[in-house]
């Protein structure tokens, strides 16, 4: 079994900024992708960012300069700090993780998770 929990959400005004954390617990043999997604009222879940284990990152076009995102492999533990916040940045964040998995026989098991979201509201 494996959980993502995030925390961090809130409410900020435009120009503020906030800092998300996901953190993942459980069955965990290794965690390769991690990212943070997000869905606003009305429109289709989109990526935000995304940071492989070794480090490399990348962004959609709409947060690059703004949103920065970093891990600890020690905590399980993926992190989007972002500033200059935006009215149009309102939205469920989700984090996602590629976790593997150790099963009864001894084989790894790899799958996506999610985290159950965690709402940003930027508004003055």
């Known amino acids: 079994q494996v959980q993502l929990v995030e925390s961090g959400g809130g409410l900020v005004q435009p120009g503020g900024s906030l800092r998300l954390s996901c953190a993942a617990s459980?069955?965990?043999?290794?965690?390769?992708?991690m990212a943070w997604y997000r869905q606003a009222p009305g429109k289709e879940r989109e990526l935000v960012a995304g940071?492989?284990?070794?480090?490399?990152?990348n962004y959609a076009d709409s947060v690059k300069g703004r949103f920065t995102i970093s891990r600890d492999n020690a905590k399980n533990t993926v992190y989007l700090q972002m500033n200059s916040l935006k009215l149009e940045d309102t939205a469920v964040y989700h984090c996602n993780a590629d976790i593997a998995s150790e099963t009864y026989n001894g084989r790894l098991l790899r799958r996506g998770y999610w985290g159950q979201g965690t709402q940003v509201t930027v508004s003055s």
């Open positions: 940071i492989i284990s070794g480090g490399s990152t």
């Open positions: 459980g069955n965990i043999f290794s965690i390769n992708n």
